[in-house]
Structures are given as structure tokens and as C-alpha cells.
């Protein structure tokens, strides 16, 4: 069995922020479709979107599933001058493991 982290996560790994909120979000995770609610960990995709912490590694998991946004289809290996601003807030870091 190949127990290695599937290429996809690794590479949305790298490039989004891990927050937990603290307030309820205003949208929804875009994967579960579920709100984003306060002290949950959510991880911020370069276009901005904020999905579930476990919902993004269980998609971004999956054969097959490149490394997109679930909602607008943005490549997440392109950065985003906005996420770049914003880096300094992204107060645990990268989403790990």
C-alpha cells in the first residue's frame, strides 16, 4: 500500500492558510455545504474561500480531484496578491497534517 499523501493535498497543503474562526463565517463550506461556525478550523484557499478543515482533506484526497477550488474553480497553484497581503494573519500557519 502506498500510504503517501496523495499529490493534490500536498500541493493545497502548501498554499493555504489554516485559521480557526473566530466568528461564524458568512458562507458556507463549499464542499459539505454546512456553515462555517466559530472555533472550527477552516482552511482560506488563495481565491479567499474558506472550506472545513476535514472537508478539504477528504476532497482534496480523492483520485482525480485536481487542485481547485470546489466553488470557483480557481487554480490553487496560482497565488493570489490578496493571499499574499494577508499571510501575516494566518496565525497557525500552513495547513498541516
Request: glycine share 6%; with cysteine; net charge positive.
Amino acid at each position: 500500500k502506498d500510504l503517501r499523501e496523495p499529490r493534490t493535498l500536498r500541493t493545497v497543503r502548501r498554499v493555504c492558510c489554516m485559521h480557526t474562526l473566530e466568528t461564524d463565517a458568512k458562507d458556507e463550506c463549499p464542499i459539505c455545504l454546512e456553515g462555517l461556525l466559530q472555533d472550527e478550523s477552516a482552511w482560506r484557499l488563495p481565491c479567499m474561500h474558506l472550506v472545513h478543515g476535514a472537508c478539504a482533506v477528504q476532497y482534496f484526497q480523492c483520485r482525480g480531484v485536481r487542485p481547485i477550488c470546489p466553488l470557483c474553480r480557481c487554480d490553487t497553484r496560482t497565488r493570489s496578491s490578496k493571499l499574499e497581503n494577508i499571510e501575516a494573519g494566518c496565525e497557525h500557519g500552513r495547513a498541516s497534517r
